[in-house]
């Protein structure tokens, strides 16, 4: 069984410019969520993505898209970086959006830095 | 809204003594699941032990448990005989069966050998 996978794991960046992340689900998990974590804080729920299509997103602004593909991998895009974007941003996946245990298996993170 | 709140920022135990982790959580909803997840430094978040709000009997996996209060809306985890390896970022968190999980700020660990 082949776990959550995250690339890359660190990236530095300056304002204004734009960043991919990328993540690999869970064998067999179909429902991906992305979360940023600042440090010294909990994970903050950014959108979560089931089937190809945005299922549900927190309070974060539009420059923060994302995608699945087929497969269920997933990309997060931020656009317009900002300072404040600096933190570990997490990808869990998932079997379903609702119901069952409502585990999240996770990644260990991309850990993003705006100089 | 729903919230986590963990009050404790760090705790530190002793090794093979026993610690209490506290959170409590706010929801209307009458069905849910709480988690708590251990993240150890640089490595993955891991789930420790999860929680349905209709079972009243609470969780344990070895030697983790939890005392569920539901009335209470409190949701603490007790960690028996601590080894070094249990020291990480524990977060309590909270989901009502949709695509949101909530977690709160974290409380670290701390083991003495």
């Known amino acids: 069984e082949t776990g959550v996978t995250q690339s890359p794991t660190h990236l530095i960046k300056t304002r204004g410019q734009q960043v991919t992340l990328r993540c690999s689900s869970q064998?067999?998990?179909?429902?991906v969520s992305w979360y940023q974590q600042a440090l010294g804080q909990g994970p903050q729920f950014i959108f979560q993505?089931?089937?190809?299509?945005?299922?549900g997103r927190g309070n974060f602004p539009p420059r923060f898209s994302g995608l699945q593909f087929p497969n269920y991998s997933s990309e997060l895009n931020v656009n317009a970086l900002e300072l404040d974007d600096s933190a570990l941003y997490l990808c869990?996946?998932?079997?379903?959006?609702?119901?069952?245990?409502?585990?999240?298996?996770f990644g260990e993170g991309s850990r993003l830095t705006v100089l | 809204a729903q919230t986590v709140t963990q009050s404790q920022p760090e705790m530190s135990v002793q090794e093979a003594e026993t610690v209490t982790l506290s959170c409590t959580y706010d929801?209307?909803?009458?069905?849910?699941?709480l988690f708590w997840y251990k993240q150890p430094p640089s490595r993955q978040m891991i789930l420790v032990i999860r929680?349905?709000?209709?079972?009243?009997q609470n969780a344990t996996e070895n030697r983790f448990s939890v005392n569920f209060q539901k009335a209470a809306k409190s949701f603490s985890l007790k960690i028996s005989d601590s080894q070094l390896g249990d020291a990480a970022m524990y977060f309590c968190?909270?989901?009502?069966?949709?695509?949101?999980?909530?977690f709160g700020a974290g409380t670290r660990l701390f083991v003495k050998a």
């Open positions: 929680q349905e709000a209709y079972k009243q």
């Open positions: 929801t209307s909803e009458s069905d849910y699941y």
């Open positions: 993505y089931y089937r190809e299509e945005e299922n």
């Open positions: 968190a909270h989901n009502t069966g949709g695509f949101k999980t909530i």
């Open positions: 064998s067999g998990h179909n429902t």
């Open positions: 869990a996946s998932s079997l379903g959006v609702t119901g069952g245990s409502g585990e999240l298996f």
